[in-house]
């Protein structure tokens, strides 16, 4: 192998790390800024079971749209949680341009006020960040975090379950959503059975 050939590796090697140890902070931040979103773009960033793009379009405030996010934002909270953008553009599922929306119109209550009124039980910890280009509203991207819901499954509107599957959003069948149910009522018995064990009921009878 050529020193160049290696030389060549060892760059791809370095920019593959690099890349992911920014998705990795990515995920762990709770506040945004434009070089987070702009490194996204620069690094083809590729959606995945965790993150997915959206251009700034997607935020309407008609039916389809609205229905559009409720199931987006279920299928995150019903499956591992992630990371949902509004504004940025994908190409064969990577980031590829910035698509603004205009936070004038669709601000960010607007957003929260559709996900809370449309999806069935809220979703805890839900957080939506802002971001505005050139402080300018006009030129606004959301970044919504989702987490893995501690009280799914959620349901939408119209009394359907979403669910993701890598780049898709798959509608969740009957026995996912039973079985969803059995595992969140397992969770609430195994605590409840841990307060019994330590004498927190007996404390509570006695009050």
Not at 4 to 28: A, S, V
Not at 68 to 79: H, L, M, P
Not at 105 to 134: A, H
Not at 175 to 190: F, M, P, Q
Request: hydrophobic fraction near 35%.
């Amino acid at each position: 192998m050529t020193l160049q050939i290696y030389i060549k590796y060892f760059g791809l090697i370095i920019f593959t790390l690099r890349k992911n140890m920014h998705m990795n902070n990515f995920y762990t931040k709770t506040q945004y800024n434009e070089s987070d979103l702009t490194n996204l773009i620069a690094t083809n960033a590729e959606e995945s079971i965790y993150l997915e793009f959206k251009s700034g379009k997607a935020l309407a405030d008609n039916q389809h749209s609205k229905y559009e996010i409720e199931k987006d934002i279920s299928a995150f909270a019903n499956s591992d949680g992630g990371i949902l953008i509004y504004g940025i553009d994908e190409k064969d599922n990577k980031a590829d341009s910035l698509s603004f929306v205009d936070g004038r119109t669709f601000t960010n209550e607007w957003l929260e006020q559709v996900i809370s009124s449309r999806i069935k039980k809220p979703i805890p910890d839900l957080l939506i960040c802002p971001v505005r280009f050139n402080d300018d509203m006009t030129q606004s991207i959301y970044v919504v975090k989702i987490p893995r819901s501690p009280v799914g499954p959620h349901m939408l509107s119209d009394g359907r379950y979403f669910k993701r599957a890598n780049f898709k959003v798959n509608r969740m069948e009957e026995y996912e959503v039973r079985d969803h149910y059995s595992r969140v009522n397992n969770a609430v018995l195994e605590i409840e059975d841990y307060y019994y064990k330590i004498g927190g009921v007996h404390e509570r009878d006695n009050k």
